[in-house]
């Protein structure tokens, strides 16, 4: 099936700095989602894309919808110990509903 | 309560039991879903419930899962005889359908640990 490459696998970063990861497809994706899950808990919705080529902010996240459909990356600006967590980009394959994800991205933020 | 609520939070098997996991969707949500989640992983879709209409069944990996919905609200999915490689986490997502997806919602899941 259709599989999303997600890097880096892990980052390690100090506080304050700006972080990025990005996700891509050997094929087209209509709906671009970034996915923030913490310890024993489910994915939260982060931001969702839904058209090629759209800048998307939330916060100090932001994420942008590849213009060729087959990639997309997140952003996170001046980062904070509680942005520790795993990252996921995923989206829904063709027409289906049920969701494709990333392998994840592992955040810490060192003090 | 308001959001998707699965149970047990933890369950410890032994290899050839069968298990049963519960997931109550949000109230009105006649999408539900469940994926697996093995360590270090991204989720893996398993099955996709929608209203009256028969199940997607497309991501169940072998014939000892199963899952059903009773009355369009609660899910169950169970595996039969369990293997070791059934151990990860199970979890469970719920939204209105046709819907966008910032109201789909995922439970905390269950940790199905296979001894």
């Known amino acids: 099936g259709q599989q999303l490459n997600q890097s880096p696998q892990s980052m390690f970063i100090q506080e304050g700095e700006d972080v990025s990861m990005n996700c891509t497809s050997s094929?087209?994706?209509?709906?671009w989602l970034w996915y923030k899950q913490d310890p024993g808990e489910g994915p939260v919705l982060l931001i969702a894309?839904?058209?090629?080529?759209e800048l998307t902010s939330n916060g100090r996240l932001t994420a942008q919808f590849g213009i060729t459909r087959k990639d997309s990356f997140l952003n996170i600006s001046a980062s904070i110990p509680s942005d520790v967590g795993i990252y996921f980009c995923?989206?829904?394959?063709?027409?289906?509903?049920?969701?494709?994800f990333g392998s994840g991205t592992q955040l810490t933020v060192l003090p | 309560g308001a959001g998707v609520s699965q149970s047990p939070s933890n369950k410890v098997t032994e290899k050839g039991k069968d298990v049963e996991l519960r997931c109550d969707p949000i109230?009105?949500?006649?999408?539900l879903y469940w994926y697996r989640q093995s360590l270090g992983q991204g989720l893996e879709f398993l099955i996709y419930?929608?209203?009256?209409?028969?199940?997607?069944k497309s991501g169940l990996p072998s014939d000892r899962f199963s899952a059903e919905r009773t009355g369009g609200s609660v899910s169950t999915l169970t595996i039969q005889r369990t293997q070791q490689e059934d151990s990860a986490v199970y979890l469970c997502?719920?939204?209105?359908?046709?819907?966008?997806?910032?109201?789909?919602?995922f439970g905390s899941g269950t940790q199905l640990s296979v001894l």
């Open positions: 997502a719920s939204s209105p359908d046709p819907g966008p997806y910032e109201k789909l919602f």
């Open positions: 094929s087209i994706f209509n709906t």
């Open positions: 894309l839904y058209k090629a080529g």
């Open positions: 995923a989206g829904p394959p063709g027409s289906a509903r049920q969701l494709t």
């Open positions: 109230s009105g949500h006649t999408a």
């Open positions: 419930f929608q209203g009256n209409s028969a199940p997607d």
